[in-house]
């Protein structure tokens, strides 16, 4: 493929991907996070042909105009769209596929323990909301979702939707994932809530046998759709944010 049309195949899917993008001249002139993306292929091949303190320079060259810190050894795919750039984080041994979009201060980070590769690994469609940490060598499968400000410190499956801090699955395949067991709550309060749980479960064996709801959580599951249902209505007039 030849650079002209590489550069084309950028600025068309960042037209494709934000509504705010009106003209190809437009993004060419006003994305920062395609400049980034732009300025890494070169300090990349510098990587590659062993000039590693060129790259390295050329990088902050970058990070300096664009706001986006990209490890010349990190490896992208193609298409990537770094939506209002300022912030983000590319460690040394990422992967990210292609088709991947990004939003501003994305971390794609090392915990600080690891050597070797020890940064994500993006799978192609990702989508990654504004200010979410991915820390450590860790995968998230194709086509999935994380949400805003999420911390995401284990693998994703692929076609799930994670969010929370630590991050946890909410959506897979499509279907609501609902946490019914405490065990699966991995946060500050899960050992209370673990215990709180177990104390229920002891004082219900006391009481002489453990009255079993219909179905759990249904009556949170049924508000949920509830609102859903009104949210469908809205669509028009409400965006999740996307776009911005
Ligand atoms: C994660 C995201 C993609 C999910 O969108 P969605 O598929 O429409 O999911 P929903 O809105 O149905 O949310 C599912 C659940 O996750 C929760 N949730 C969604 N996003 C969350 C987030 N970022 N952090 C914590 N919880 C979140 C919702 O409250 C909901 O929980 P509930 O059903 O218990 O009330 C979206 O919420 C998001 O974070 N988008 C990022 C947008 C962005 O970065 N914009 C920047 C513009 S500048």
């Known amino acids: 493929m030849s650079l ?3 550069i084309r195949d950028d600025l068309n899917s960042v037209l494709e991907r934000d509504p705010a993008a009106r003209s190809r001249l437009e993004v060419f002139l006003c ?9 890494h292929r070169i300090s990349h091949a510098l990587w590659r042909a062993k000039l590693r303190l060129f790259a390295r320079l050329l990088s902050q ?13 990190a490896t992208l795919g193609r298409r990537l769209f770094i939506d209002h750039a300022t912030g983000v984080v590319i460690g040394e041994t990422a992967i990210v596929g292609n088709d991947v979009t990004m939003y501003q201060g994305v971390t794609l980070g090392g915990t600080g323990k690891g050597h070797g590769k020890r940064h994500p690994t993006v ?3 990702v989508f990654i909301g504004n200010n979410a940490n991915l820390l450590g060598n ?11 400000g999420s911390v995401v410190l284990s693998d994703v499956p692929p076609d799930s939707t994670v969010v929370g801090v630590p991050a946890h699955i909410v959506y897979r395949n499509g279907e609501r994932v609902l946490i019914t067991d405490p065990h699966d709550i991995k946060d500050p309060l899960s050992d ?11 004082m219900e064996k006391q009481l002489g046998g453990k009255p079993q709801p219909a179905e759990p959580f249904a009556t949170e599951e049924a508000e949920r759709a509830a609102y859903r249902k009104r949210l469908a209505r809205m669509r028009e007039y409400v965006s999740m944010g996307e776009g911005i």
Do not use: K, M, Q
């Open 4 to 6: 002209y049309a590489r």
């Open 31 to 39: 994305y920062p996070g395609l400049w980034a993306v732009w300025i």
């Open 61 to 73: 060259v970058g990070r300096f105009f664009t706001g986006v810190d990209i490890h010349p050894g």
């Open 123 to 125: 799978c192609d469609g």
């Open 138 to 148: 860790i995968t998230i499968g194709e086509n999935s979702r994380v949400g805003a």
């Open 192 to 202: 209370a809530l673990i215990a709180l749980s177990a104390r229920v479960e002891e």
